[in-house]
């Protein structure tokens, strides 16, 4: 088919102008110093790390986060054989029911400040951590038909909402709390956890879907939210919903 094709180069064509906006920013930075001693400066840096990375390990929202990111990436290999093998879905209907993931992330976005403001970060984690657990108990059971599509409806509207939810609370607390001097370092942690959780995700999936099935695997990841993020939420509730500062 030519559609796929041009689908995909598309999708390439967004990032070049994605590129090409970037290049109109304007930063302006002042002259540094001359650092006589970088090697020391850069052991200290190195350093200063361990402590940050050993923060998030404990956080328990980068620990539900985590989970998310890699059960999200064990999906990814498997999820649209699944919809063309196991549903029998159209590849009109699928880019539909994947454009709805969009609109789930919109509305988290556009109603996360809204929540954080009226019950704080912790009422508003909490309901990204359920939306996404919401997102997964229903696909592994879908059958071709309405049916089907309606699990593939709720797997992308509550995921991309509870997904964006989970990642603005998470990170903006993160950042709210960071030590003066290290938002940057902390930030740039937290994206390396949730990267690193997605590698291995992935080839897990590959194999799930490979030797257990399609079904297997995404029955499989809803087992692994159910595990993770569901002990999570009664532990968050237990404490009033309130973010500890040991884990900040």
Do not use: Y
């Not at 029998?88 to 109603?111: M, P, T």
């Not at 291995?200 to 194999?207: D, N």
Request: hydrophobic letters at 60%.
């Amino acid at each position: 088919m030519v559609v796929a094709p041009l689908v995909v180069l598309a999708d390439a064509l967004s990032f070049l102008l994605s590129a090409l906006l970037l290049t109109r920013v304007r930063a302006t930075r002042e002259a540094a110093a001359p650092d006589p001693a970088p090697a020391r400066r850069a052991g200290r840096r190195t350093g200063e790390l361990a402590p940050l990375a050993r923060s998030l390990v404990r956080n328990s929202g980068m620990q539900a986060l985590a989970a998310v990111a890699f059960v999200n990436s064990m999906v990814e290999p498997v999820l649209i054989l699944f919809l063309v093998r196991d549903l029998h879905l159209r590849a009109s209907v699928i880019g539909l029911l994947l454009a709805l993931g969009a609109v789930g992330g919109v509305v988290g976005g556009l109603l996360v400040g809204r929540i954080m403001r009226r019950r704080g970060p912790g009422v508003a984690l909490g309901i990204g951590a359920a939306s996404m657990v919401c997102s997964m108990v229903a696909l592994p059971f879908a059958a071709a038909g309405p049916v089907g599509a309606g699990a593939v409806v709720i797997f992308e509207l509550a995921g991309s909402f509870g997904g964006t939810l989970m990642i603005a609370t998470v990170f903006g607390t993160l950042q709210s709390t960071a030590p003066a001097g290290k938002v940057g370092r902390l930030m740039a942690l937290a994206m390396m956890f949730l990267q690193v959780a997605a590698v291995f995700g992935a080839p897990v999936g590959g194999l799930l879907g490979t030797f257990a099935g399609l079904r297997a695997t995404i029955a499989t990841g809803a087992v692994l939210i159910l595990l993770t993020v569901v002990p999570q939420l009664l532990r968050w509730r237990a404490a009033g919903w309130k973010i500890e500062p040991e884990e900040r």
